[in-house]
């Protein structure tokens, strides 16, 4: 394959995995209700979606923005939810989303006198008998809420309604769910996988990934009003940059640095070091 080619191939696989990132994501980072739709209608949220996998990134009246949607609080009374009253993880149940290390981290809130909850989101992937084994060991069931997969538009509820997303995976950088939070105002904690702190920059509050201990004291640090408004801020704004074509221009300047090293042998040959 030459460097052409190569290249052509490069932009239509950042289309189709940037098509269904945003269409995925375009449902949580700020939809325009149909009017005259209920909350549980799929259809108040279809068309930002469209639009933002049409390639018009975060938009609204053709600017990039964060849009913040109502709360209805109707939306979480099934499962006894407050505002402010969690902390929400939504995550599928793999080890190394290190659900664990949250449960610890929620301990040594509870121990503190913390009136906090722990949300888990996100269908099992053969962790969750694990997580809800560990959580009973700990005495916190009444402080666990494993609530499965739910819908988007629930998922938008519970980040509005969140006292923060905690997010503990130790793998990454694509990870979504600290972009969708932000997008909500939720202000973000996040372990320190590799490549969080260039995605996240200084809108996200972090921590080690395996340290409980480090997890709690940047939730308590969220009780200072201030750093709280700055983050949600800081949030917005980072969701503002992150632009399809922006996304797309950066791809191509990595795929454009390849290619320099690429012409240096022969289309076709192997290269080998010997």
């Known amino acids: 394959m030459d460097i052409a080619s190569s290249k052509g191939w490069g932009r239509a696989l950042t289309a189709v995995v940037l098509a269904a990132l945003v269409a995925r994501g375009a449902v949580l980072a700020g939809p325009l209700r149909t009017p005259g739709r209920g909350l549980d209608d799929p259809d108040n949220y279809l068309p930002l979606a469209r639009a933002l996998a049409g390639g018009k990134g975060f938009t609204l009246d053709g600017r990039p923005t964060a849009y913040r949607p109502p709360l209805y609080p109707s939306a979480l009374a099934p499962f006894g939810l407050g505002s402010g009253s969690f902390l929400l993880y939504p995550a599928q149940f793999w080890p190394h989303k290190n659900h664990v290390t949250l449960v610890d981290a929620l301990a040594r809130l509870r121990e503190r006198g913390s009136p906090l909850k722990l949300v888990f989101t996100g269908s099992d992937k053969g962790n969750r008998s694990h997580v809800e084994r560990y959580v009973a060991e700990r005495g916190l069931s009444e402080s666990v809420l494993f609530v499965g997969f739910v819908e988007a538009a629930v998922l938008q509820q519970l980040y509005l309604a969140a006292a923060a997303l905690l997010f503990g995976s130790l793998m990454g950088p694509d990870n979504l769910p600290p972009l969708e939070a932000m997008a909500h105002g939720c202000p973000v904690v996040c372990a320190s996988y590799a490549g969080a702190h260039e995605q996240l920059g200084e809108a996200a509050l972090f921590f080690e990934g395996l340290d409980a201990a480090g997890a709690a004291a940047q939730i308590e640090r969220l009780t200072d009003p201030e750093l709280r408004a700055k983050l949600v801020s800081r949030g917005r704004e980072l ?33 080998r070091h010997l």
Not at 247 to 269: C, F, S, T
């Open 239 to 271: 969701v503002r940059s992150r632009d399809v074509d922006g996304y797309i221009g950066r791809v191509m300047q990595v795929l454009d640095e390849i290619a320099q090293v690429r012409r240096l042998w022969a289309p076709g040959n192997a290269y």
